[in-house]
């Protein structure tokens, strides 16, 4: 068992650096073709997106069983005083943020124009917006699972020091997002580095996992779609990925 667990930890890996970034794309453009012919194309894709990422998780289980403390080895454990004070601020200041976003028009303006370049992935429908917000979730729990828990326990286990895993473990949370084009994947790295931060001083990655979801929830209650419509968008962290 083992053994099975290092070959499916290394084939993760290079899944995630290798693979993704161009399936990622290939995705993107194969929504993008059939969302111009099939209205329903959005819903699929979300679905395709919660299903992708919760067999992501699968695999994480597989290779963590025979690790002593796995909970532990990949963050799942209560945070620190730091973790608490961080969690605590991050929440406050995601409040005011979406408070301020809400009720300022030109704030508002401003967030349409940054999601300029992604309007396909903005929901239209009370029911794409519920699937939505299955994917914030889903990718708050997966993706934090993979792109930092995991990734941190794999090359901890290598002897890589931490700064460099915050490096590599951002970049390649960013190329994993490089459908967005490389604006989006660098905002990604950036907010993946933020993370892996946050995980290293909180010693835990429930934080991290709230933030995720939270930071792609929001976006429901900050972004108006045209003609005042709710709408969203699939954020770094929200994707086919």
Known sequence: ???????????????????EPVLGVRLYRGFLRRLAVDAAARRRYYRMIIAWEWSWMAIVVLIMLPVPHSLAAIGLVN????????????????????AAFSSNAQMQDWFRRMLSGVEALLPATRIERWLYAGVSVSAGVCEEL???????????????????????????FGMAHWYQGWKGAAQTALLGAVLMALYVLSNSLVPCVVFHALVDLRILLIYRGPGGSGGTIVSGADKAS
């Open 79 to 98: 945070p620190n005083s730091i973790g608490w004070g961080l969690g605590t601020g991050i929440l406050v200041g995601l409040l005011i943020s979406t």
């Open 1 to 19: 068992m083992e053994l099975l667990s290092r070959i499916l930890a290394a084939l993760l890996l290079a899944y995630l650096v290798l693979l």
């Open 146 to 172: 993979v792109f930092r828990g995991f990734v941190r326990f794999y090359l901890q286990g290598f002897g890589v020091p931490i700064l460099l895993i915050v490096l590599l473990s951002a970049l390649i």
